[in-house]
């Protein structure tokens, strides 16, 4: 199904689908992380099932920064995209990690997504986040 679609992605998250919440309402930290993290609007389409340059499997690269599918409606994409999801988060395709002094975490974007579960109550979370330049998607035609 996924196999030929084409996705376009975009820097600008809707966090408010999990949590509705104004930015002005945000708290300072995090109303400057996100006005810098939308100062550049970024658009370009990727494929939804990309080859893995390593290791050469099929991945569904989607996520929250997907706007909608080339070439299907809005709601025909948010279908589509609903759908996938659900597969990406069944359980059996998850982890969850429990956290111990000295942990370190360390994932493949390309073929992961990740989602911090606020559940660290009033305790100290320090996020270092790094993106490496890479390869461009290609998808199973090698486009």
């Known amino acids: 199904l996924a196999d030929n679609l084409w996705a376009v992605h975009t820097n600008v998250y809707d966090y408010a689908t999990d949590v509705d919440r104004r930015l002005e309402e945000l708290a300072d930290t995090e109303r ?3 006005e810098e993290f939308e100062s550049d609007y970024y658009e370009t389409e990727h494929p939804v099932v990309r080859v893995h340059p390593e290791t050469g ?23 589509l ?3 996938f999801q659900h597969r990406i988060t069944k359980l059996e395709n998850t982890i969850r990690w429990n956290w111990q002094l000295g942990d370190l975490a360390i994932w493949d974007n390309r073929a992961t997504q990740h ?7 009033d305790q ?20």
Do not use: C, M, W
């Open 81 to 83: 995209f609903n759908l």
């Open 124 to 143: 100290y979370r320090r996020l270092n986040r790094v993106t490496l330049a890479g390869d461009i998607p290609v998808d199973i035609h090698g486009r």
């Open 57 to 79: 499997k099929r991945v569904l690269l989607l996520g929250q920064f997907v706007k909608h599918f080339v070439g299907l409606s809005t709601s025909e994409s948010a279908t």
């Open 115 to 121: 989602y911090a579960v606020s559940d660290y109550d």
């Open 32 to 34: 400057e992380y996100r």
